[in-house]
């Protein structure tokens, strides 16, 4: 069975540039979630799709949006790109909520570089 | 507020050794708890979680995890350490009493096993 697919795989992006990156969920899981992983910041909870609607954010400035498509696939788009926001982007997916009782599985990450 | 504490930011053993990564939780009502493990470069692997009932969790590779409800803790433990079980282990929890998608992360600790 196929695990989380995120691509790119890296991107290295200019301030104030915009960036979209992509997660295909298991096959299966209907959510699916982003968390950033900065240095020094830890893993931070940034989105939580479930059946194609938002349910949930993280502290996150508005330019950091996504959507998910019908397919349960999911973009994470961050505008005005700053220097912060270097890291590596991993997506999540799960069967379900189920209040927090699905393990999510994670992608390998998108690194995003901004100079 | 909810929270995840890894004292220990690196934790060195020998081969063969076992092996005991800390985990303390600090949240509001009953938790749901998890170990990823990442290897460099890689996304977060799913090791284990504790739902409910026996408070000895089995999970991948031989590790192993005890749920302590009265020291709020979820020590991961594994009876002989392998030089590839070399990474960085996390800790997290999310809450059964609310439904946000969100896990939150401990810290972080790095595993050092040597030959």
């Known amino acids: 069975e196929a695990g989380v697919t995120q691509s790119p795989t890296h991107l290295i992006k200019t301030r104030g540039q915009q960036v979209t990156l992509r997660c295909s969920p298991i096959?299966?899981?209907?959510?699916v979630y982003w968390y950033q992983q900065a240095l020094g910041l830890g893993l931070q909870f940034l989105l939580w799709y479930d059946e194609g609607e938002e349910r949930n954010r993280g502290n996150f400035p508005p330019r950091f949006s996504g959507r998910q498509f019908p397919n349960y696939s999911s973009e994470l788009n961050v505008n005005a790109l700053e220097l912060e926001d270097s890291a590596l982007y991993l997506c999540a997916s799960s069967q379900g909520t189920g209040f927090g009782a699905y393990t999510q599985y994670f992608g390998p990450g998108t690194r995003l570089t901004v100079l | 507020a909810q929270s995840v504490a890894q004292p220990e930011d690196q934790v060195n053993v020998a081969e063969g050794n076992p092996l005991t990564v800390k985990c303390t939780y600090s949240?509001?009502?009953?938790?749901?708890l998890f170990w990823y493990v990442q290897y460099p470069n890689r996304g977060l692997q799913f090791l284990l979680k504790?739902?409910?009932?026996?408070?000895l969790v089995k999970g991948s590779y031989g590790f192993e995890a005890e749920f302590n409800k009265s020291q709020t803790s979820f020590h991961l433990k594994k009876p002989s350490a392998l030089v590839s079980d070399s990474a960085l282990y996390f800790c997290a929890v999310s809450l059964l009493s609310s439904n946000t998608g969100k896990l939150i992360f401990g810290q972080g600790t790095t595993l050092q096993v040597k030959p």
């Open positions: 504790y739902i409910t009932g026996d408070n």
């Open positions: 949240v509001s009502g009953n938790p749901y």
């Open positions: 096959s299966g899981h209907t959510s």
